[in-house]
C-alpha cells in the first residue's frame, strides 16, 4: 500500500466524487496556533485533527509526552472525523508532514489499510492552485472500528537493547541527539546505541518526501540495508512516525518506540549518551542543556 498522494492526484479523486476523508493536523512543537491556521484556510471538507487532545493522552513522566490513546479513546476520535469502513483518509498539514505522519501511523496501526500522506502538505496543494476554504467543518460522525497492532512498535526496555541487535534511529534534529540542547526534555543526549537520522533530512526543500532510491541511500549509510532490525524514536513518538513514514516509502519496515525520548529520559534509571557517536560518553543524572533552540517546533524533533 503506498504511503504518499501527491496533490494532483488528490484534486483528480476528490473531482470524481471518490469517498475520501481529509485530515488536517496543522501542529508544531511549541506553538499553538494550528487551529487558527487551519480556520484561516484549509483543503475544502477537510477536518481538524488535534494532536495533542486527540492523537494522545495527557503528558506522564512514565509515559511520554504524548503517549498513545486507548483504541477505545482514538476511535471515538475517527468516527468524529467522519471516518467509517472502507474509507480513504488523506491526512497532511503545514509543515512537511511532520505532524500528519502521526496519525497516519496511527490509523494504519488501527487496522486502516487505506491512509496517505498528502506530500508536500498545504503549501502543495497551494502551489498546484487548488482551491482552499476557511472555517470550521463539522462532519456526520462516522462508524469506523479500529483494532491495534497493525504497525511494529517497541516498548523501553526493547529501546534498551534494540542496538545490540538491530538499529535504533534517533529523529530528532543533531544538536539535541548530541545533548548540546534540550528544549523540553529533562535529559539531554540520546538513547545509548542510537543512530542519528533527523527527520528534515527526508524532506527536499519544497517539503516534499525525497524519492525513494534517495532514501533508500540515506538509510543504508545510517545502517539499515534491508536486512536489519530497526526501530525509530524522536522527543515523543510524533516525528518518529514520520521517520517510519520515509523508511516505507523506502521499501523498508521499522517499529516505533511511542514513549521516545520523553519516556526514555524520566526514568533516571535509564543511562543517556552525549556526543555524536551512539555510544559516546554517559550524561550522568544531571539535568542537561535547558536552552532553546530557535528551531524548537518545526526541526528539532517532537
Known amino acids: ?29 511549541g506553538r499553538t496556533d494550528g487551529h487558527s491556521e487551519y480556520l484561516a484556510g484549509h483543503l475544502p471538507g ?52 511532520m505532524a500528519a505522519a502521526r496519525v497516519w ?12 500522506l498528502l506530500d508536500g502538505g498545504l503549501a502543495a496543494w497551494r502551489a498546484g492552485g487548488y482551491p482552499v476554504e476557511a472555517g470550521d467543518v463539522k462532519p456526520v460522525v462516522g462508524r469506523v472500528s479500529l483494532g ?15 542496538h545490540k541487535d538491530g538499529v535504533l534511529l534517533d529523529a530528532r534534529a543533531g ?4 545533548g548540546e540542547v534540550e528544549p523540553i526534555d529533562p535529559r ?17 526543500p519544497d517539503g516534499t518526501f525525497l524519492p525513494a532510491e534517495e532514501l533508500r541511500r540515506r538509510f543504508e549509510a545510517l545502517g539499515v540495508d534491508g536486512t536489519s532490525t530497526v526501530a525509530v524514536y ?20 521499522a517499529a516505533l518506540y511511542p514513549g521516545s525520548f520523553s519516556q526514555w529520559s524520566n526514568n533516571p534509571g535509564n543511562p543517556v549518551a552525549v556526543g555524536s557517536e551512539p555510544l559516546e560518553e554517559d550524561a550522568g543524572d544531571g539535568v542537561g542543556p535547558s536552552g532553546r533552540s530557535g528551531a524548537a517546533g518545526s526541526s528539532v524533533g517532537s
Do not use: K
Not at 11 to 28: A, P, Q
Not at 49 to 57: F, G, K, M, N
Not at 236 to 250: D, N, Q
Open 1 to 29: 500500500m503506498a504511503t504518499l498522494i501527491s496533490a494532483p492526484e488528490l484534486r483528480n479523486r476528490l473531482d470524481s466524487g471518490e469517498r475520501t476523508v481529509l485530515l488536517d493536523v496543522r501542529w508544531v512543537l
Open 46 to 97: 477537510a477536518v481538524f485533527v488535534d494532536l495533542p487532545t486527540e492523537l494522545a493522552d495527557h503528558a506522564q513522566p512514565g509515559r511520554g509526552r504524548h503517549p498513545l490513546p486507548s483504541t477505545e479513546r482514538f476511535q471515538d476520535a475517527a468516527r468524529r472525523w467522519g471516518i467509517s469502513d472502507g474509507d480513504t483518509v488523506v491526512a497532511y498539514d503545514n509543515n512537511g508532514s
Open 105 to 116: 501511523w496511527m490509523l494504519r496501526n488501527a487496522g486502516l489499510d487505506a491512509v496517505y
Open 148 to 162: 491495534e497492532g497493525g504497525m511494529p512498535a517497541i516498548n523501553e526496555p526493547e529501546a534498551a537493547q534494540w
Open 175 to 178: 544538536e539535541r541527539y548530541r
Open 188 to 204: 539531554a543526549g540520546h538513547i545509548p546505541g542510537a543512530v542519528s537520522a533527523p527527520t528534515t533530512e527526508n524532506l527536499a
Open 234 to 253: 524522536c522527543g515523543s513518538g510524533v516525528t518518529a512516525s514520520h521517520e517510519i513514514a520515509a523508511l516505507r516509502i523506502a521499501g523498508l519496515r
